[in-house]
């Protein structure tokens, strides 16, 4: 019945605008190609030949395709070794990959070394050198919610003959389970054919019902079982089979070849209907997705005088989109990063979603945070939040002890944003038992400072971690004042006392003034001595002769000490020394001191991991980054410190310098995979990573525009700061509640213009500025008398408006 359906389908396809009626035998025939289609109407980025042998993605929620740009699919990743390539459908992956290849009167050669790459924000296409007059292009996307991947050849005879061919095109299946898979009964079995014919490819796993699909829109000449053009011999469980097709192309025109590979997860007649829709509507299945990219370009538009930042400000919102994973049954969420980490991490979302949800991307905010907190319920029910979910729902990691607090700040600022008290009052009490657990069962001396690892994974810092006491200190100051907005004043007054007592810990214990740092974590002499041999050990492998001097000397210190006292130690120097200042935690004075120091541990990437691996060459290394024989993070640079520090400079009006750690972030843009940063920068481990983000947005627009929306009371406070080298700024369509909001920012030489328009005006929006700074303040053309009010011993000036459209103007006094 269900070869019935295919081969007697008669479809009414509507191709980009097109209406085009056909019935017959074979699959629906394709008005084409869509990469003119694309090319008409987005900027595509052309990748650096030099990485030609790297990764790409081509994106979907439910599908998604990963291979080089040279159009080959190498064996890639760790999580599953040399698995995390080829076409994945979670919890399933469907092909290794796919060979194709030419033969002619003349020769035969396999489509193994495309010339050229380009990227764009929803496709992307390898362009192949001509040989004997015939250059080809590969085109492909995945259509929105749809298990399949259309692939598109076309061919251009580039002569003034008529060329004969023939094209083979091969499927390498492995249909398997994802990473954590045997944990909830998903075992591998061989592939094998359940239907090799003229039309199309049809292969299953023998024992579960796993199936993926491949075929054209025309007939083949024959089936193949092998392609001796090209030499591809993936490892693993899967089969390979083939079609043939025989072409002849008059002079000096093209021809398409469209292929649809479709999956499923659940049965045999899910994957036919996917292969048959979307042959018949891939042409408005592109479009659709084209809209809808054009509407997340839209939401928080950036306009600024860096064009390349502009840019990577704006594909980073698109790259976001690339790491949506939609898991029937499991959930929609936001992906950490490919191709390793396409499943749901609490830690990644946590920083990533602060931003996500300032550019507009409400709808997946609220459904990975449903989906974190589903599961966290699952593997503990304490409130403690999870660290890594795989798409079949296994939980690898129950939760880093970082990751609870930090749950708490996300919920906070997505409320600020959105106003919205039933999603403040569902949240509101796994935070409070989470915060009781973070204290009850991890606070083993009782001091206030939950023991366990945070974010830096260095084997043996699972104490007193600095980390751990900021966000712990920050969450209990949100903490409060969720506590309030829900009329809980008394919890509200616990809390906040909790971290202010927090708070002076982190700038007493943690702070060591020898060093202008806060430290990386709190312990006794005893321990911390412990760790300081092993941060010896690691100097000295990695040649670091200073840092094994500074860390001897530590030692040598600590020794001598008659003190048994717990106390701050800095030993690794890893970035997350710096969180006292992206939470806004660190005294005024030691955050100055402290970020002047951080600037040390850098390249012009950015941050290091681990401070203590810099060397003297930092400064000027701004060449690939060449990682150890086996996967890690020893001696990188990435994009979360980097993107933490820029957060850590605008907390205390540092734009200036912010900015640089922003343009330093975003010079590994397009270095590697055009339009991505990769997760180390500039071009190691995962080649997109949806915690970029955070370091783009949260410090451009909460800092540099100064947004600090509070929705919930229909307000919108502004505060400027935005850098010298950013004489005018705009940040279009935000949306806060149901307001939409846009700002623009103009300096002319002692005169500062700020426009807003909303298109509700009941949100008032609070203007402040620090005291003394400006004057002769003007709203819409009228002089307004500004208020005066001291904020956490700052004074400040204050003025408010409530108008559709506010014109402020101020002359700068110093």
């Keep these: 019945m269900i070869q019935q359906k295919l081969l007697r389908y008669c479809i009414v396809p509507l191709i980009l605008g097109q209406l085009c009626i056909a019935c017959t035998a074979d699959p629906p025939v394709h008005q084409g190609p869509l990469i003119k289609f694309v090319r008409s109407h987005d900027n595509g980025i052309a990748g650096d030949v030099n990485f030609i042998n790297t990764p790409f993605v081509t994106a979907g929620d439910r599908v998604y395709m990963v291979g080089h740009q040279n159009g080959w699919f190498p064996e890639i990743g760790w999580h599953v070794a040399g698995e995390m390539g080829g076409i994945w459908n979670h919890p399933i992956k469907l092909l290794d990959g796919f060979t194709a290849s030419l033969q002619t009167n003349q020769s035969s050669y396999c489509l193994d070394s495309a010339a050229l790459f380009i990227n764009y924000p929803y496709a992307n296409v390898h362009v192949y050198p001509s040989r004997e007059g015939i250059r080809i292009e590969r085109f492909q996307f995945v259509p929105d919610g749809k298990e399949a991947v259309v692939v598109e050849y076309?061919?251009?005879?580039?002569?003034?003959?008529?060329?004969?061919?023939?094209?083979?095109?091969?499927?390498?299946?492995?249909?398997?389970?994802?990473?954590?898979?045997?944990?909830?009964?998903?075992?591998d079995s061989e592939d094998e054919w359940i239907e090799k014919n003229k039309k199309y490819l049809l292969a299953k796993d023998r024992k579960n019902d796993w199936y993926v699909i491949a075929g054209a829109n025309r007939s083949a000449a024959d089936t193949l079982d092998t392609c001796p053009d090209c030499k591809y011999a993936p490892e693993g469980m899967g089969t390979q089979g083939g079609?043939?097709?025989?072409?002849?192309?008059?002079?000096?025109?093209?021809?398409?070849?469209?292929?649809?590979?479709?999956?499923?997860?659940?049965?045999?007649?899910?994957?036919?209907?996917?292969?048959?829709?979307?042959?018949?509507?891939?042409?408005q299945y592109l479009l659709e997705k084209a809209r809808r990219y054009k509407r997340i370009a839209n939401k928080a538009r950036l306009t600024v005088p860096d064009s390349t930042l502009q840019k990577a400000f704006e594909w980073t919102k698109y790259n976001v989109d690339w790491l949506i994973r939609d898991v029937p049954g499991q959930g929609r969420g936001l992906g950490a990063g490919l191709p390793d980490y396409p499943w749901w991490f609490g830690a990644d979302n946590e920083y990533a979603l602060q931003a996500a949800i300032a550019i507009g991307q409400k709808d997946l905010v609220y459904s990975t945070i449903e989906l974190l907190y589903n599961y966290s319920e699952q593997a503990s029910g304490n409130g403690r939040v999870v660290h890594e979910v795989s798409t079949n729902g296994a939980v690898f990691n129950p939760g880093n002890i970082n990751e609870t607090p930090q749950f708490a700040t996300l919920i906070w600022k997505v409320f600020c944003w959105t106003g919205d008290l039933d999603f403040l009052k569902k949240y509101y009490p796994f935070i409070k038992k989470g915060l009781s657990w973070l204290l009850e069962e991890n606070d083993i001396d009782g001091n206030l400072l939950p023991e366990g690892y945070g974010m830096i994974e260095i084997h043996g810092l699972d104490g007193e971690m600095i980390d751990v006491a900021s966000y712990t200190s920050q969450a209990f100051y949100l903490a409060a004042e969720m506590a309030s907005v829900l009329e809980e004043h008394e919890q509200s007054a616990v809390y906040l006392k909790k971290a202010d007592q927090i708070r002076e810990i982190i700038n007493t214990t943690y702070w060591v003034d020898d060093f202008d740092s806060y430290a990386d974590f709190v312990s006794e002499p005893e321990k911390a001595v412990q760790l300081m041999d092993s941060a010896i050990q690691r100097a000295r492998y990695l040649d670091k002769p200073w840092a094994v001097e500074e860390i001897t000397n530590t030692k040598t210190q600590t020794l001598a000490s008659n003190d048994p006292d717990k106390r701050g130690f800095v030993l690794y120097r890893n970035w997350a020394v710096n969180t006292p200042m992206e939470t806004g935690i660190a005294d005024q004075d030691k955050a100055l001191r402290a970020l002047e120091t951080a600037r040390n541990y850098t390249n012009p990437f950015g941050v290091f991991v681990t401070g203590i691996d810099r060397d003297e060459s930092a400064g000027s290394d701004d060449g690939s980054f060449e990682g150890t024989k086996e996967f890690s993070y020893i001696g990188a640079v990435m994009t979360l410190p980097t993107g933490v520090q820029a957060v850590a400079e605008s907390q205390y009006g540092r734009s200036d310098q912010a900015l640089e750690y922003i343009q330093k972030m975003v010079r590994s843009f397009s270095f590697a995979l055009p339009g991505s940063m990769y997760e180390v920068s500039p071009d190691y481990g995962m080649m997109t990573q949806a915690w970029n983000l955070y370091g783009l947005a949260v410090p451009i627009i909460e800092h540099f525009f100064g947004l600090k929306p509070r929705a919930h009371l229909r307000e919108i406070h502004i505060s400027p700061s935005m850098p010298e080298a950013w004489p005018h700024a705009n940040i279009e369509n935000l949306l806060i509640g149901e307001n939409e909001v846009s700002v623009s920012y103009k300096r002319k030489e002692k005169q500062i213009e700020i426009q807003v328009l909303q298109n509700q005006e009941d949100y008032t929006i609070h203007f402040d500025f620090p005291e003394g700074k400006y004057g002769n303040y003007h709203v819409n053309g009228k002089k307004i008398k500004v208020q005066h009010e001291d904020v956490n011993?700052?004074?400040?000036?204050f003025l408010r408006s409530s108008e559709s459209k506010i014109s402020l103007t101020m002359d700068i006094l110093n």
């Design 154 to 187: 076309t061919f251009h005879n580039e002569t003034d003959e008529s060329i004969d061919f023939q094209f083979a095109f091969m499927v390498f299946t492995e249909l398997m389970p994802v990473w954590l898979g045997e944990r909830t009964g998903m075992i």
């Design 243 to 283: 079609l043939q097709y025989s072409f002849n192309i008059e002079p000096n025109q093209s021809e398409v070849l469209h292929f649809v590979i479709a999956g499923s997860a659940a049965s045999q007649e899910e994957v036919m209907e996917t292969f048959l829709d979307v042959h018949k509507n891939s042409g």
């Design 793 to 797: 011993g700052s004074a400040r000036e």
